[in-house]
Each structure stands twice: as structure tokens, then as C-alpha cells.
């Protein structure tokens, strides 16, 4: 027999529903209007896409989830269009699962063929907030790793682990073997509830996640983006450059890594026109760039070449690297293609570097000027 508390507690369901339907009905307001209005159709069109990404993210982490029934849940891959978002790049995949902080947790795998993997945990603020401060984070340089590259180890109880995320990054993850993760609760599960309460709290964090996520994207191209929020990685960009590399501290916003560097900028590029980037690598387990679009994803994973790392670029006679970025491609062995985005943004990342890399220097040219070969 239902009861008037009942009912009322289905009433709150239904308004927290119809909150999140009027979330995602002014979502498209941050890429649609105002100063970050994106001025392609390629681009309206991916913001809509990302909504639906990242609705399928949200209900992912927050309304499917158990932290009593822990599963690992696919966060980004260049294999599936609806994981790349946040900052994806070609060559990882990311996991993540919500977890309870006063539980513990045994979790086990194989390295595959990974060149860096970890496991980092992350806080909540509160429900459906970003976090703002890492943990802890175990590497792989901290696991015991037998001889066939498996691996174990205990989680918690850690006060105030809200989710924990894998990294794992590969010299190529069309031909390596990814990490394989599992992960089971030591402690019995909580009762069974689907109930109305839980799912209205659920899906209010979900749409405050969502609202989040659309006040950092779309990026800003060749503009200071003067909101005053400090969200994710935002940096003051000139277009067709790279802001200064700086290191992610413990105290930052959203899933960084805290054993990366990072330096991020953006492209305006007419068809005849190229980017001509030259880094030095600093000593380091990884690093890459990518290109994205203004929604921080990588377009187009199986039809062109978009990102290059320290494994597949063709390194200069001193040392460091040159790329040649262009709508089209370009016959220089680190050619990198916008697939034709006349506009978008671009990410240098290195993990385990022995010290923040130097600024990227880079030259527009005419595509018919861009060098063809390394020096």
C-alpha cells in the first residue's frame, strides 16, 4: 500500500526529471550565443553531439552506478565517438568508477602493452560538483608486477575518494594491449533501492555536472575567455600558439593528472595555410599532442591522423620535434590534419617529465612553405 510520503517522494522524481529536461534544453546556449558562439556548422553540429556524449557520461556516473557494486566504466577511448570528450586523445583509454569512501576494494589486471598507466583517486565536493582536489594516485612504478604483468592490490576505506580513474597510455592502441582492469568490493553490497529520492538526487547531479561541463566548453579560439569561474585547464590563448606548460598541482579542477604537464592552444587556419610546431621533449614516460575541436575531443580517430606521441614522432637531428598541422595533410613526417576544422584547439601533454617543458614555438606558414622532412 502506497502512502502519502510516498507519493510525494514520486513527485520528487518527476521535478528533478523536468529539471534536468530544462538543463539540457539551455545547454546549447554556451556554443549557440554570447562570447563563445562557435562560428562553423561542423562545430554547432559537435555541440550537440557533446551534449549527448556527455548525457551518456553523467548517467554513467551517477544515476547507473553502485559504489557497493563497484564496475569500471569506459570514460574515454578512441574506439567508441561517444568517449571523447573532456580532453580524449588517440592514444589512451580511461576508466573511472564511483566508489564509498569508508569501503575497500581489491583491484587487479595486466599491463597489456601500456608505456604509463595509474589509477587516481579523486573527491566530490558535492553531488554532481567536479573535483577540485586529487587524493591519492598509484602508478605502475608503485604496483608489484609479476612476470606475466599482473598485478593486485587493496583500495580503502580513503576519506573523501569519491571516484577513482585509470590511465593508460600507448605507444600505438591500434596494435597494443590495453590494461586490463577489474575491480570487486570487500564488503557486502548495500541493500537493493532503486528509489525515487535516490534517482532524483541522481539525476540533480547529473544536471549539475552537465551545467558544469558546458561552462568550460566550447573553448576559446585565439581570444582571452574573460569568464571569471577558472574552469579545467583554461588558459589566456592568442590563436595559432601555445600558452606556457605549467604542472598540474594536487589542488585543481576536474580529472587532471598530477603527474603531467600540460600546455594548450588553439588554430585558425586558412585551407592554404599550416602550423609549423617544434618542441624538445623533456625526459619523460609519455607525451603527445593532439588536435581538437572546440569541445576538447578529437575528430575523425579512423580517418586521419590527428595526435602524435614520443613513440611515433620522427625526432629532428638535435633532437626535438617539428609538426606540421594543416586542414589537409602534408607529405612531413609528423603531419597532423584538422580534417578540415578550419578552427579548434590544440594539447601538448607529458607525464613523468623531469622538468616543465619549454614553450612550444610555432610559425604559420603557407601549406606550400611548410618543411617536408626533418632537419
Avoid at 598485478?151 to 575518494?161: S, V
Avoid at 589542488?251 to 592552444?265: I, K
Amino acid at each position: 500500500m502506497s502512502t502519502d510520503a510516498d507519493a510525494g517522494s514520486a513527485g520528487e522524481v518527476t521535478v528533478a526529471w523536468r529539471e534536468l529536461l530544462d538543463t539540457l534544453r539551455g545547454l546549447d546556449d554556451s556554443f549557440m550565443t554570447g562570447p563563445k558562439a562557435v562560428r562553423d556548422d561542423r562545430h554547432v553540429a559537435d555541440g550537440y553531439r557533446m551534449i549527448a556524449t556527455t548525457l551518456g557520461v553523467a548517467f554513467d556516473t551517477y544515476l547507473f552506478a553502485d559504489p557497493t557494486r563497484p564496475r569500471w566504466l569506459e570514460l574515454n577511448s578512441p574506439f567508441r565517438p561517444d568517449r571523447r570528450w573532456g580532453g580524449d586523445n588517440t592514444d589512451a583509454i580511461y576508466y573511472m568508477c564511483p566508489i564509498d569512501p569508508t569501503r575497500r576494494y581489491r583491484i587487479s589486471g595486466n599491463r597489456g602493452d601500456s608505456v604509463y598507466f595509474s589509477m587516481t583517486a579523486y573527491n566530490e565536493p558535492s553531488p554532481g560538483a567536479w573535483s577540485d582536489r586529487i587524493v591519492t594516485i598509484l602508478r605502475d612504478d608503485d604496483l608489484v608486477i609479476d612476470s606475466d604483468g599482473n598485478f593486485t592490490f587493496e583500495f580503502g576505506p580513503q576519506p573523501d575518494a569519491a571516484v577513482l580513474m585509470t590511465r593508460d597510455y600507448q605507444a600505438d592502441p591500434l596494435t597494443g594491449r590495453a590494461v586490463s582492469w577489474s575491480i570487486e568490493a570487500l564488503d557486502p553490497p548495500a541493500p537493493f533501492r532503486h528509489s525515487s529520492a535516490e534517482t532524483a538526487a541522481a539525476l540533480r547531479a547529473s544536471a549539475a555536472w552537465l551545467r558544469t561541463m558546458f561552462a568550460i566548453v566550447p573553448l576559446a579560439v585565439g581570444v582571452r575567455n574573460s569568464d571569471s569561474h577558472q574552469l579545467g585547464h583554461e588558459t589566456s590563448l592568442t590563436v595559432n600558439d601555445f600558452a606556457e606548460p605549467y604542472q598540474v598541482p594536487d589542488a585543481n579542477f576536474g580529472w587532471s593528472a598530477r603527474d603531467a604537464c600540460y600546455s594548450y592552444g588553439s588554430f585558425d587556419l586558412a585551407e592554404n595555410e599550416a602550423l609549423v610546431i617544434t618542441h624538445r621533449p623533456p625526459n619523460c614516460r609519455f607525451w603527445n599532442m593532439v588536435i581538437w575541436n572546440q569541445f576538447m575531443a578529437v575528430p575523425g580517430v579512423t580517418d586521419a591522423r590527428s595526435s602524435v606521441n614520443g613513440f611515433t614522432a620522427a625526432p629532428n637531428s638535435d633532437g626535438s620535434v617539428t609538426i606540421v598541422v594543416s586542414r589537409g595533410s602534408t607529405t612531413h613526417p609528423n603531419s597532423l590534419t584538422t580534417l578540415d576544422y578550419p578552427r579548434g584547439n590544440l594539447a601538448f601533454r607529458w607525464f613523468l617529465a623531469d622538468a616543465v617543458p619549454a614553450r612550444p614555438e610555432v610559425r604559420l606558414v603557407d601549406v606550400a612553405d611548410a618543411p617536408t622532412a626533418v632537419d
